[in-house]
């Protein structure tokens, strides 16, 4: 697990809630089609999906995954929009469980076929949700990709709220109006953009470091050094007209502090909770949110049971921007008002 080592003490104290139970509402569609098999044999590092099959082997099918992905077999390259939607998955509304249709080539879908990311994917970040979050709370997914945290929430029971879904990238976008299109007789209300977010309004692109991972593509104002880059349009959340948000989920690789800067004026006056990336040496982002008068704590999922391990307690550990250190490159934080910690804690 990811571990911050605190060189003293903070003046907040841990928490530690539970035990709780993180909800899985997904559920993918057998047989995974081949693609998705092939990906995750190359990628999936928990284990293999023949057992039989050296891990010698892993290498080049990477290299197969991957020109797969892009070559004209497979209907050409992967920041092109893919109109085969060979796979589907279900997901578990309030009413019933309803089928969606999924891109093998956006592979943040990994989300729902990794073995180790069973038994949810990011288990801290679910759990913090259905902590915080009330029936009628507004929530901004920023970087959300295909949606898997807006149809978490959105299929959270009870939930009648709204929830903003920001994603820039073409084929996820799409994925993400089906998702949206699937849930739309939720009484949870879910509102797409296919936006990037940043601290200016205008235009930027998104670098595909791999053609591979939608979940890695950064946005950047830097004239793109290869063909692999798209324009994508940029706003502030300050320069938008929507409902306030009662938390905002950010993730995007890296451009979380631009995209915070972007949004001053909406965080100093509504005072929502923040959960986002923080990056290994990344001190700028907790500077940042303590300037803000927030306070950050490292999400940590706690399984207390090897063979249950969606039963279990979420951990909250206090951070400042002085004394830590990272041992693995990036984690999951909670970004709480000041003060409201005493109310967080009391909870």
């Known amino acids: 697990m990811n571990q911050f080592l605190p060189t003293s003490m903070p003046t907040s ?61 497979t209907n050409g390259t992967f920041t092109k929009q893919k109109k085969h939607k060979t796979g589907f998955y279900a997901i578990k509304s309030s009413r019933n469980e309803v089928l969606c249709p999924f891109s093998v080539f956006n592979t943040q879908f990994h989300a729902l076929y990794f073995r180790r990311f069973h038994p949810c994917y990011e288990p801290e970040v679910c759990a913090c949700m259905d902590w915080l979050l009330s029936a009628n709370s507004v929530v901004y997914d ?18 009648t709220g709204q929830i903003h879904a920001f994603e820039p990238q073409q084929l996820p976008y799409n994925d993400l109006i089906s998702l949206s299109h699937s849930l739309e007789h939720e009484p949870a209300t879910i509102v797409p953009y296919q936006l990037a977010l940043s601290d200016f309004n205008g235009c930027g692109h998104l670098l595909y470091p791999d ?47 631009h995209i915070i ?59 400042t921007a002085h004394n830590f250190v990272l ?16 109310f967080l804690l009391g909870q």
Request: with cysteine.
């Open 211 to 257: 053609e591979l991972h939608s979940g890695l593509v950064q946005f950047s104002t830097d004239e793109p050094s290869s063909s692999r880059a798209s324009v994508a349009k940029a706003r502030t959340l300050d320069s938008l007209s929507i409902t306030p948000p009662d938390l905002i989920k950010i993730d995007a690789e890296m451009h979380e502090c």
């Open 327 to 342: 041992d693995t490159h990036k984690c999951n934080i909670l970004a709480c008002p000041k003060d409201r910690v005493d």
């Open 13 to 73: 104290p841990e928490l530690i809630l539970g035990p709780m139970i993180v909800r899985q509402p997904y559920r993918v569609q057998q047989p995974l089609p081949l693609l998705c098999q092939l990906y995750r044999y190359a990628f999936d590092h928990s284990s293999l999906s023949t057992p039989t099959v050296r891990h010698d082997f892993k290498t080049p099918v990477r290299y197969l995954t991957k020109w797969l992905f892009n070559s004209r077999l």
């Open 142 to 159: 920023i970087g959300a990709n295909w949606g898997y945290f807006t149809g978490y929430i959105a299929t959270k029971p009870g939930f």
């Open 261 to 319: 800067r972007g949004a001053i004026k909406l965080i100093s006056n509504h005072h929502p909770y923040l959960i986002a990336e923080l990056w290994q040496h990344d001190r700028a982002l907790l500077e940042l949110l303590e300037s803000l008068n927030y306070q950050a704590f490292q999400l940590k999922w706690r399984p207390m049971s090897t063979v249950s391990p969606q039963y279990g307690q979420l951990q909250l550990l206090p951070l």
